[in-house]
């Protein structure tokens, strides 16, 4: 016997239809924006993290308008690792979404980091607190460090030279100290510019 392909009635093809605009409108309802527009953000991208087609990911830094903050007294110890202390206080408007972190700048590279991991919220009731230490040995040369509220607004900087012999100086520079101006890219990883098995230029927070 011959069998005929099967087709939908007319009503049939229009119920179906109906039905998947139905869960159409109820996904967008879940998954569209809500009525509070959240704050304007510095959307970038970079690192490692892609779309199916290969295409990065878009990152966003919500900035608060407005930060002061100043850098302690750095140490170093006898593994050769940086501790730089620090302190920053949002002057803007108050959102618990608003990030900051502390980017460090290299002589050898035309760029910096700042990384998803290491942006920090800011306390509503005064200064935050935070401490930034090398992940690895300290380097010979200059290191540019800045407390930043987002990836072009620097809020306070200093240079770090080290001599051969590891011996360190600090010194508060301008934030647009040639040795701090360069782009920084939002990024999440860890190990750019790793210097032989232990980055000596990377911050970790806490």
Known sequence: MNRSPVRLSP???VLATTALLVVVATTT??????TTEP??????????????TGSPI????????????H??????????RVTVP??????????????????????????????DSQLRPYR?????????????????GQLGVCLMRNIAAP???LRLTFTDDLEMTAEPIPVDDPLVTKPVILTDDPHLGEPGGGCGTCFGLH
């Open 11 to 13: 009503l049939l093809a």
């Open 29 to 34: 309802a879940v998954a569209g924006p809500t």
């Open 39 to 52: 704050p304007v953000g510095v959307r970038t991208t970079g690192g490692p993290v892609t779309t199916a």
């Open 58 to 69: 878009p990152r966003v830094w919500f900035a608060t308008t407005c930060a002061t903050g």
């Open 71 to 80: 850098f302690g007294a750095p140490a170093l110890d006898t593994y050769g």
């Open 86 to 115: 620090a302190e920053i206080t949002n002057c803007g408007p108050d959102s618990a979404l608003f990030r900051f972190t502390i980017v460090s700048f290299r002589t050898d590279q035309d760029q910096a980091y700042a990384f």
């Open 124 to 140: 509503s009731d005064g200064p935050t607190p935070v401490t930034a230490t090398t992940i690895g040995r300290a380097i010979p």
């Open 155 to 157: 809020v306070a900087c």
